[in-house]
């Protein structure tokens, strides 16, 4: 099975960073994901980390080490439209996910 | 339309009545998947299908039962409703033949079960 852990809630202000981490134990990996949910929404793609190390994709980068466990999604120049939940998910080898609790970010002006 | 669509968008159901969410992709995804979405808990997979004709359980299968015909829907059915299947449910498909496999998801369907 699989266990993800990321923090439940984040607050941060407007034109600052914000980082959420997220730990994993899993009994089998093939990639690690991040995806964005506005309240009352469906989630949508950010992220994916199959190798080690930092991927960067505008104001939005993620990080992965496989051997500890251990991903982060940094989130530069925040926004009031980046509050949302951060869902952390860990695919395993029959390309099924499992997703962590998610972590509530608000912004604030 | 362009990507996966849901229906109904929000439901309320008597415990016992059964109970058929209906999902439908244009994308012609070989990967299908049900999750549902409790507070505190995230997404959780109920069932998945591969491809065409094949389905299988995830983490909480119980009291739900997929299809897959063709390659566009995979409805999701509730024989007999109980009211800890109210929940937030999302389906999601993915093209598990080359990229990232990321899953794009649905607008979710609104379960209320009294």
């Known amino acids: 099975g699989q266990n993800i852990d990321q923090p439940t809630e984040m607050t941060a202000t407007e034109g600052a960073i914000v980082q959420i981490n997220c730990t994993y134990q899993?009994?089998?990996?093939?990639?690690l994901f991040w995806y964005q949910q506005h309240a009352g929404e469906a989630p949508t793609f950010l992220s994916y980390n199959v190798l080690d190390g930092l991927e960067e994709k505008g104001r939005f980068s993620s990080f992965l080490s496989r051997s500890k466990g251990y991903s982060y999604l940094l989130l530069k120049e925040l926004q009031m439209k980046d509050s949302a939940s951060y869902l952390c998910?860990?695919?395993?080898?029959?390309?099924?996910?499992?997703f962590g609790a998610g972590t509530t970010v608000t912004v604030r002006a | 339309i362009a990507g996966i669509t849901q229906a109904p968008t929000s439901q309320i159901l008597a415990a016992g009545r059964r109970m058929t969410l209906r999902c439908t992709q244009d994308?012609?995804?070989?990967?299908m998947y049900w999750y549902r979405q409790d507070l505190g808990l995230g997404l959780r997979l109920i069932h998945y299908s591969n491809t065409a004709g094949t389905t299988g359980k995830g983490e909480v299968p119980d009291g739900y039962s997929v299809s897959r015909a063709n390659t566009d829907d995979f409805p999701l059915t509730l024989a007999s409703a109980v009211p800890s299947q109210t929940s937030v449910y999302f389906c999601?498909?993915?093209?598990?033949?080359?990229?990232?496999?990321?899953?794009?998801f649905g607008p979710g369907t609104r379960l209320t079960v009294l």
């Open positions: 994308m012609r995804h070989n990967a």
């Open positions: 899993t009994s089998g990996f093939n990639g």
């Open positions: 999601a498909s993915s093209d598990s033949r080359g990229g990232h496999n990321e899953q794009f």
């Open positions: 998910a860990v695919r395993d080898g029959d390309y099924k996910l499992s």
